[in-house]
C-alpha cells in the first residue's frame, strides 16, 4: 500500500525534461507515496515518493526547453509550497575536453558548480548582438549550499570506497525487463569521438549504416577505460539554451569561450526562481553524429548519481526549513486575525 503525505511534507522537487530520465528517476525512489489533489490551474503530473528520509516531487515536462521549465517549476512550487531547492536531471551533450577527472565520455556526468566568474550555469543565448562580439547578459543562480556541500562530501566518500554506490544505484534499473533495456550500458567501444570539421553523412541514419568513416575519429587515451562500466563525474559549468547544438566547431568555441563541460535545453528556465543543481548523463559530443545508442545509460547515470546525493544532505536542515516556513506562516496568520479584530473593534465604535 502507497504511503500518503501531505503537499508541505515535500522538500526537494526533481525536474525530468524527457520520459526516458523520468523513469530513470522512479526507478531511484526507495518509496513511492499516493498523488495528492492539486489546484486546477496545476497541470503537472506528480510522482511522489522518498529517497534517504527526504520526500521528493518527480515531475516531468511537456516538452523541452527553458519556458516549460520555468511553467513547470512555478506550478510546482504553487503545490507544494514547502520545497527547499530542485535538482534538474537528465541528459546532455559533452565537450570532450580533458579535465581533473579525464576526458569526458559518453555514459559520464556533469554537475553543475560555480567555476571562475560563472554560477554553475550559463544562458549563452540570451544577449545582445551589438556591432562587436556578443554580449551575453543576465546572470543564473548558483546550486545552493547545501547542494554543494553534499556534491563535494559524496566525491570524497566515492574515493575512498571500494564498492561504487553510483554503479549500485544504476543496477537498480533491472534491464532485463523489456521496457528498461534502453538503460543497458552500450560498451566503451560504441564511444566514437569524431573530428570537428567531419559532418555526418546521413541525417538520421546511424554512422554505422550510413558510411561515416571510423579513420576520422578522434583517438584518445585510454583512461583506463574497459567493459566494466565507471560513470565519471565532473563539476563546472553547463551551457543552457534554446538553440539545440549539433555542430562540434561551434560547441568547440562556445565551449572555449564559456569554460563549458555540457549542453542542455532547461537549466535557465528553472533556475529564473529557484535553487537548483544542474546534473546531467552524457549522451552524444553536440556534433552532427548524435544517436540515441547512449540516451538510456546516459539519464540511468545521471538519475543514479542524483539518488546518492540524497545521502549526502543533511535532514535535520532540510526539517528545519519546513518549521521555519510554517512558523512564519503561523506568524503572518496571526497578524492578519489581529488586524481583523481590530477592524471588528473599529466598527463597533464607529457604527
Known sequence: MLKKSTPGDYTVGWI??????????????????????????????????????????????????????????????????????????????????????????????????????????????HGKANAGPFERTGTLAPPPAVLLNAAQDLAAKRARSRKDPIEDNVKRIDVSIRGLRKYKYPGAAQDHLYKPDYIHLKPGVPCGECGCDPTQWVQRPADDVDDEPYIVVHRGTIASG????????????????????????????ALADFPCMVIRGISHYCDSHKNEQWHGYAAAAAAAYARQLFFHMPIGEVKRYISETAEKDIHSVKVRQDDKDRQTILDLLTG
Not at 43 to 60: E, F, K, R, T
Not at 250 to 268: H, I, T, V
Open 242 to 269: 534554446e538553440l539545440v547544438v549539433k555542430h562540434a566547431v561551434l560547441r568547440d568555441q562556445l565551449a572555449k569561450e564559456y569554460g563549458l563541460l555540457c549542453f542542455e535545453m532547461e537549466a535557465a528556465g
Open 16 to 125: 525530468c525534461p524527457l520520459e526516458v530520465e523520468q523513469i530513470a528517476a522512479l526507478e531511484m525512489l526507495d518509496e513511492e507515496h499516493e498523488r495528492l489533489p492539486q489546484a486546477p490551474s496545476d497541470h503537472n503530473v506528480y510522482n511522489l515518493g522518498a529517497i534517504a528520509g527526504h520526500n521528493v516531487v518527480i515531475a516531468g515536462l511537456y516538452q523541452p526547453g527553458n519556458n516549460p521549465a520555468a511553467t513547470v517549476v512555478t506550478q510546482m512550487r504553487i503545490t507544494f509550497p514547502n520545497l527547499r531547492f530542485g535538482l534538474l536531471v537528465g541528459t546532455g551533450g559533452g565537450v570532450p575536453v580533458k579535465i581533473d577527472n579525464g576526458m569526458i565520455r559518453l555514459g559520464d556526468v556533469v554537475v553543475s558548480k560555480p567555476a571562475g566568474e560563472h554560477s554553475g550555469v550559463v544562458q549563452y543565448d
